[in-house]
């Protein structure tokens, strides 16, 4: 299932006809080149995205701004931190058990955004079975 929304295509062709990697407009932006990936592909929803993707427009000079995405529960999140607790296990450690970087973890656990294999993946490892998306 892509995320992608139209702003995140533009944003995308953009930064591919100037020439610069989603590292580059990271830097550019003063973002982390996680948060600026996650935003773009339809995945960080923080109460800040907004500011960040008119960043983005800045540099990349498109227009726009992509819709917030679905966040984790706050049930799913407090879920995984007390299984951390439990387990003894640091976000460092988390990352490194799901094989993804600790920022993207970190910021699923925090639930600033919704990644799929990023969720599933701390499902699997921590054994949670608590929704990680509201039914609603």
């Given at each position: 299932?892509?995320?992608?929304?139209?702003?995140?295509?533009?944003?995308?062709?953009?930064?591919?006809?100037?020439?610069?990697?989603?590292?580059?407009v990271?830097?550019?932006?003063?973002?982390?080149?996680?948060?600026?990936?996650?935003?773009?592909?339809?995945?960080?929803?923080?109460?800040?995205?907004?500011?960040?993707?008119?960043?983005?427009?800045?540099?990349?000079?498109?227009t726009?701004?992509?819709?917030?995405?679905?966040?984790?529960?706050?049930?799913?999140?407090?879920?995984?931190?007390?299984?951390?607790?439990?387990?003894?296990m640091r976000?460092?450690?988390?990352?490194?058990?799901?094989?993804?970087?600790?920022?993207?973890?970190?910021l699923?656990v925090?639930?600033h955004?919704?990644?799929?294999p990023?969720?599933?993946?701390?499902?699997?490892?921590?054994?949670?079975?608590?929704?990680?998306?509201?039914?609603?």
């Open positions: 299932m892509s995320n992608l929304s139209q702003w995140g295509k533009e944003v995308k062709k953009a930064a591919i006809d100037k020439g610069l990697t989603i590292k580059q990271a830097q550019l932006t003063g973002h982390s080149t996680t948060v600026v990936s996650s935003l773009i592909n339809g995945r960080y929803a923080k109460a800040n995205y907004k500011e960040i993707a008119e960043e983005i427009n800045d540099v990349l000079g498109t726009g701004i992509p819709p917030r995405p679905a966040v984790p529960t706050e049930n799913w999140c407090k879920t995984v931190r007390k299984a951390l607790v439990d387990k003894s976000m460092n450690d988390l990352a490194t058990g799901v094989g993804f970087s600790r920022d993207r973890v970190s699923v925090n639930g955004c919704y990644d799929e990023v969720v599933d993946a701390i499902n699997k490892l921590l054994s949670i079975s608590e929704p990680a998306l509201s039914s609603i």
